[in-house]
């Protein structure tokens, strides 16, 4: 099984285990990540209004990389994953605007057909890899263990782009939990948006959003919290105690990206999953599960 | 399905110490949509029972409720084999599922929903092109059902200065019409849009299907951006500054040069932290081919 | 809204549809202090809403085109039961009403030209039909309104049903409205009082109209002693069968999908109009279709348990085409689980409007002195059936003249205290509050269901003198036995729909005794009314309105003959 990799901005900086700790389950996994040659940024939420013509462009690129090596493209990254998604079923509906988006990019001998599919790596885990493949490489399943979904808006909606997962009753995040030897706990603020798009100038809403859901999840009955996106992380994680400031909560939710709940199941320890850079110390949850 | 049962909220906060839910039985029949079983508890089990409805048909949008959560229209949203019925949220209750929209349409209200032309057309009937109205037609469909305003995130928070997406369509399908001429960027400043997360919770939630991320909070960004010197027009315009400058954006950058000086003096303890746990790059990533990004950009730039 | 007690104002608008708006609108810019008030709320609860067509004369389609034709087209289809009057009025007056939706930012349909697109609209001579953008009609033109009310800051209060006119010496001075939000009956002084509260549609068991059509305008205005005209008319149509909440998506005839139309099909699979009209088949007028499909009821050609149930038939339609031309039925099935390619879907008779109201003159004044009214509370002015954009047309046109005139009418007049009239208040407090106060007893929608099965078996598009004078019987029954027993499930003041409900129904016996009378009393066959006893039309005897007046306390019925002022049945008719 062969993917190209697009981690997108975050794990390239700020949440560099993630990209590690991905790299390490896909060869677990026997998946293939095949790097591509300097993908640019998707563009998140701001760049499709400030500049529309570079905003496709740069990411029919990225498309453009993938097909060449005739492979499908994997996330890590929610907003990478709606931002491609989008871009590529307006690129493969829209023939007049392919032919544009490819004139711009012969410049630079590129060219895109529309033949790629953007997966972000929980369906892949869910899909390509399967359930059983998985499993037969858990040594320590996370019996016992209460893990609240945080989805990420963009990873849900909305559903004409991204198609897999019902956003009004989402089960794939909660499949994986299971998968893992988890057990999921259901809050009301499962799939809703940690706000992180709007951090750099109004953090306090963001910071506000993140505490409501933090809080919820934990009186709910979590141990922790897993997110298949490196941008909820950050808050969740980064922000977990501005957010208790900000609303008066006492929330300790250790937060895990996904691929390091998976590795923890596969039996990585606290170095391999590089647990030390969280900000809310998984200690306790190491303790719980015997694996110290 | 021979049954359906529905869990409803009742409440009569004139006589109520608090809510209760009552459960009833209905007989299903095939179509069978959230109205018609709200109708046949009031006709045959509970004559005392509210709610609003008036249309059927998604056009008068008073029928909003929440079936099992989600915020639907009772006319169009299909009857399951277990609903949990509730009034919209966030809104005082007058009785059981009826709820005081008031607050919504104030919202409405404040930013001018009518045509404001200052000049008027050269002859009646005016000679309108379709192609100018693209923007505006999705827009038309709006009934204000209040749906995409109770699913906000923003909104759930009651965040102040906040007006809610139902309030930005209304000023949006002004904006976008050709015949007004009203520069409606300071309402909408006021009603609070830069709050908006995009997170789609609304778009997933319109009955008649309005994208109104796309057709809305972009098109009032843009706006913006051409417009205000604002924090978010900074913010827009800098994000657009570092793909353009190394390919990726580095987040500590970007905070960097976006935050006030005072912003970035408050969350020093915490940028600390941050990098003790080596989550801040100084510098951050360039792409190795940023010379292919250049000539796109220049590309771009010549065919302007 | 608070429990207020008492309000004053120059203008009192009841009812928030096309037509109460409208009034509202030219009320405040004549200067005037302007009250609506709403059983509802406002710019949703309306029967506009849903409403799709509307026709003018102007600089579009064909430019031969004159408003004679248009008037002649209106007559024509209305039987020549028009007030030819006031039907010119408003047909000379639909053109700037055209101009004016625009100014309050709704979009015509246009071609890519810019021009307006207007269509052939089904009875019509030329090409003058038009609708809004994405053909949402009614819905833009409420919006439309709203926009201008919302500017203006005209107040409006929600959720008040207004109950009954007081009068002084003849005069409409105000009148008595239950705040349903808290129970209290208010009182409201007013200088003129439009009423713009619909139709009284709800006497029948299926109708396309919302529900808040009971009448209550009219009911209001009859017992205050004003004249109501065309009470025997209404026009009856077919719609969805199922689920019951679709009982309301009218199904339309006069559709052409290409070549094609719907099929109509009866329980045999045969195909209805074959039998009836040979020649037109679902081209048929409405009448002829209302016919065709009450005679295969009653033949027991027809399914379900009241054996009402007919079928449409698309499967032969172009899928795309019929999803386009027939979009709410191809929907609308669709929704209710019914695939139109492979499956027939069920549909039953409807009631689409009832055409009766209050009688205006030229200045939408009422025969009470002060009471004006607009929209489908007055009798309709067109005759006994319409062409597509009569019922907006109605209620946009009136409903400024109502303004208008209603506005002049304040400048003139003084306010008469509501103490001056204190007997009528606590009369009508008294009856207001009776279903409250007893025990017991039956619930108004037992009551409602019983008139609303009695109306439906009785009063069909074909009808007789047997069947009306049972229905007759049954009505006044329902009146002396049921009605004073009325009872609620739950005292509370707060929201109390049953409540309303209570009232409702008896605004609904009233008119739907009238109706009868009325219908009785016409005994010819002519568009849409029919008699079974009377089967041909007789312009001698019924070229005349049905006025129908509370006089002395007892009903009187007048026939008054039609000025034939402008168009005369022709030797074809």
């Known amino acids: 099984m062969k993917f190209a990799y697009y ?222 996106c490196p941008l909820c992380f950050t808050m969740l994680d980064g922000y977990q105690k501005e957010a208790n400031k900000k609303i008066g909560s006492q929330v300790n939710l250790p937060v895990f990206h996904l691929p390091q709940l998976l590795g923890l199941a596969m039996g990585m320890g606290k170095d391999e999953l590089m647990l030390k850079r969280n900000m809310v110390s998984a200690d306790e949850i190491l303790r719980k599960l015997g694996r110290v | 399905m021979e049954k359906v049962t529905a869990r409803v909220f009742r409440y009569d906060p004139s006589t109520d110490d608090t809510h209760r839910y009552e459960t009833y039985e209905v007989p299903f029949e095939k179509g069978m949509r959230v109205l018609g079983v709200l109708m046949y508890i009031q006709e045959n089990v509970d004559t005392s029972l509210a709610f609003r409805y008036s249309c059927r048909r998604k056009r008068c949008g008073s029928c909003g409720v929440l079936v099992n959560g989600k915020p639907r229209l009772a006319c169009m949203e299909e009857a399951k084999a277990e609903m949990v019925i509730e009034p919209l949220p966030n809104l005082p209750i007058v009785r059981d599922l009826v709820v005081e929209t008031n607050e919504y349409e104030e919202r409405i209200e404040s930013i001018r929903p009518y045509l404001v032309r200052k000049k008027q057309p050269q002859r009646e009937p005016e000679k309108l092109l379709p192609g100018n109205f693209t923007a505006v037609r999705p827009l038309n469909q709006c009934i204000e059902c209040f749906s995409c305003t109770s699913v906000c995130p923003v909104n759930g928070i009651q965040w102040e200065g906040f007006s809610g997406p139902a309030t930005l369509i209304q000023l949006a399908r002004r904006m976008l019409d050709p015949r007004d001429d009203m520069d409606r ?4 400043g006021k009603a609070g849009f830069e709050h908006c997360v995009s997170c789609y919770a609304c778009v997933n939630a319109c009955p008649v299907e309005i994208g109104i991320l796309d057709e809305v909070i972009e098109k009032i960004r843009k ?82 | ?68 034709l248009h008037l002649e087209d209106v007559i024509h289809a209305g039987g020549y039961l028009a007030d030819q ?30 021009e307006i697109d207007p269509y052939l609209g089904a009875g019509h001579s030329k090409p003058r039909t038009m609708s809004t953008w994405m053909r949402q009609g009614g819905l833009d033109m409420v919006h439309a309104y709203r926009s201008e009310m919302r500017r203006r800051k005209i107040p409006s209060i929600e959720d008040v049903m207004a109950t009954r006119l007081l009068l002084k010496d003849g005069t409409v001075v105000g009148v008595t409205a239950l705040d349903y939000v808290n129970g209290i009956l208010m009182g409201i002084q007013a200088k003129s009082v439009v009423i713009a509260t619909g139709s009284h549609h709800q006497v029948f068991p299926v109708t396309t109209p919302p529900p808040e059509g009971t009448g209550d305008g009219v009911a209001m205005a009859y017992r205050a002693g004003a004249e109501l005209m065309n009470m025997e008319f209404g026009v009856f149509i077919s719609t969805l069968a199922y689920p019951s909440t679709f009982k309301g998506i009218l199904v339309p005839t006069l559709f052409r999908v290409g070549d094609e139309t719907l099929h109509l099909l009866n329980n045999k699979g045969e195909r209805i109009m074959q039998r009836y009209d040979p020649e037109h088949l679902e081209m048929a007028t409405k009448d002829v279709i209302a016919r065709s499909l009450q005679t295969e009821i009653k033949e027991g050609r027809g399914d379900g348990e009241e054996g009402d149930i007919l079928y449409a038939d698309l499967r032969h339609l172009p899928y795309e085409a019929a999803r386009q031309k027939l979009s709410e039925v191809v929907f609308f099935a669709n929704k209710a689980g019914i695939d139109i390619k492979k499956e027939l879907i069920p549909i039953r008779p409807a009631v689409h409007e009832t055409l009766g109201g209050i009688r205006i003159n030229k200045s939408c004044e ?111 029954r329902i009146r002396e036995e049921q009605l004073p027993q009325i009872s609620l499930s739950s005292q509370t003041k707060r ?14 016996i009233d008119t739907a005794e009238i109706m009868f009378q009325a219908a009785l009393m016409r005994r010819e066959t002519r568009t849409m009314f029919a008699r079974e006893d009377y089967p041909d039309r007789d312009d001698k005897n019924w070229l005349k309105h049905i006025v129908v007046k509370k006089q002395s306390g007892r009903m009187t019925l007048e026939a008054v003959p039609i000025k034939l002022l402008y168009v005369k049945p022709g030797e074809e008719d």
């Open chain 2, 223 to 304: 706006k913006y951006i051409e417009k205000e010197a604002s924090l978010y027009g900074k913010y827009n315009r800098t994000w657009g500054d570092l793909v353009v400058k190394n390919g990726l954006v580095n987040p500590f950058t970007l905070m960097r040069r976006v935050s006030t000086f005072d912003q970035l003096l408050s969350n020093i303890l915490m940028g600390i932290k941050f990098f003790l746990k080596g989550r801040i790059s100084l510098k951050g990533k360039k792409i190795p081919n940023m010379d292919e990004i250049r000539t796109i950009q220049k590309v771009i730039g010549e065919k302007r």
């Open chain 3, 85 to 114: 009057e006031l039907c010119k009025i408003m047909i000379e007056e639909l053109k700037d009403r055209v101009f004016e939706f625009e100014r309050y930012g709704l979009m015509w349909d246009r071609k890519s030209d810019g």
């Open chain 3, 366 to 476: 009422s025969s009470l002195p002060g009471l004006y009214a607009a929209g489908s509370a007055i009798g309709a002015i067109y005759g006994n059936d319409g062409i597509p954009g009569r019922g907006v047309g109605h209620a946009v046109v009136f409903g400024r003249r109502a303004g208008l005139f209603a506005a002049q009418r304040a400048r003139k007049s003084d306010f008469v205290s509501i103490e001056k009239v204190m007997d009528q208040w606590d009369e009508e407090k008294t009856r207001v509050f009776r279903p409250m106060e007893r025990r017991g007893g039956v619930r108004p929608i037992t009551v409602l269901k019983k008139l609303q099965q009695l109306v439906g078996k009785y009063f069909r598009w074909a009808k007789n003198e047997k069947d009306l004078t049972a229905g007759l019987k049954g009505i006044l």
């Open chain 1, 7 to 228: 981690p997108g901005c975050s794990p390239q900086s700020t949440t560099r285990e993630l990209d590690v700790v991905t790299r390490k389950i896909a060869k677990a996994l026997e998946i293939e990540l095949v790097n591509l040659n300097g993908p640019a940024c998707c563009g998140s939420v701001e760049m499709r209004v400030n500049d529309p013509d570079l905003f496709y462009a740069l990411n029919a690129r990225t498309l453009a990389m993938a097909e060449r090596q005739g492979l499908d493209l994997l996330t890590i990254c929610d907003t990478c994953q709606l931002v491609l998604s989008q871009v590529n079923r307006s690129l493969q509906k829209d023939g007049e605007l392919l032919d544009k988006i490819n004139q711009t990019l012969s410049e630079v001998q590129v060219k895109y057909s529309g033949g790629v599919k953007v997966k972000h790596l929980l369906w892949i885990l869910l899909t390509d890899v399967g359930p059983e493949r998985i499993k037969r490489k858990i040594k320590f399943p996370l019996t016992g263990l209460k893990v609240a979904p945080f989805y990420g808006c963009h990873i849900l909606r909305p559903k004409e782009a991204l198609g897999f997962d019902d956003p009004d009753d989402p089960k794939s995040l909660e499949d994986f939990i299971r998968i893992c030897g988890g057990e999921p706990v259901d809050f009301p603020g499962k799939m809703e948006c940690c706000g992180f798009h709007n951090l750099p100038y109004d953090p306090m809403l963001a910071v506000t959003l993140t505490g409501k859901y933090l809080q919820e999840a934990s009186k709910a009955g979590a141990h922790c919290m897993v997110t298949p």
């Open chain 3, 1 to 68: 809204m608070n429990g207020v007690t008492g309000k004053e104002t120059d203008v009192l608008v009841i009812g928030g549809g096309l037509a109460g708006m409208r009034a509202a609108i030219e009320a405040h810019d004549q200067g005037a202090s302007v009250l609506l008030i709403i059983k509802g709320k406002l710019g949703r609860m309306n029967a506009g809403i849903c409403s799709y067509h509307f026709a003018a004369v102007g600089p579009w389609g064909d430019r031969d085109d004159k408003n004679e």
């Open chain 2, 185 to 188: 960027i300071p309402d909408a």
């Open chain 3, 495 to 508: 929201f109390n729909l049953e409540w309303v409900k209570a009232l409702e129904v008896e605004n609904l």
